[in-house]
């Protein structure tokens, strides 16, 4: 195998590896935790502060959901329902928005502040 492939394989752990040790410290903390079903959100990067869950009782799906005031900076999306987060509180695609798979989809560092979510059929 040559040097340039052995250090791709060689990064490409170290990112996997470093990423699983971020989920597992959020989990470690106790209002870190995401239940399966459950899109969560977070104030703080990397999963601080307490939780903010959202299921399909609490969010209808193909609804705009403003999070109250709660500017997001991490999340996980553990429904298995694709969810989209935006920048805005109404949904608007006039500001950034990016939609997160459904199944286990972790992000301690959101790509913007997120003010509202919506969850897919």
């Known amino acids: 195998m040559n040097k340039l492939v052995q250090r791709g394989l060689v990064t490409t752990g170290l990112v996997i590896t470093t990423a699983l040790g971020t989920v597992a410290a959020a989990a470690a903390d106790g209002s870190s935790k995401c239940d399966p079903g459950e899109f969560c959100l977070w104030a703080g990067d990397n999963y601080k502060g307490k939780a903010v869950r959202h299921t ?7 609804q705009c959901i403003p999070l109250g005031g709660l500017e997001a900076h991490s999340l ?9 987060v935006y920048q805005g509180e109404t949904c608007s695609t006039e500001a950034d928005f990016t939609t997160y798979p459904g199944g286990g989809t972790y992000a301690p560092s959101a790509p913007f502040v997120v003010r509202a979510i919506q969850v897919w059929n």
Do not use: I, S
Request: aromatic share 0%.
């Open 56 to 62: 399909l009782e609490t969010a209808n799906p193909e």
């Open 76 to 84: 996980v999306n553990r429904m298995r329902k694709d969810v989209t």
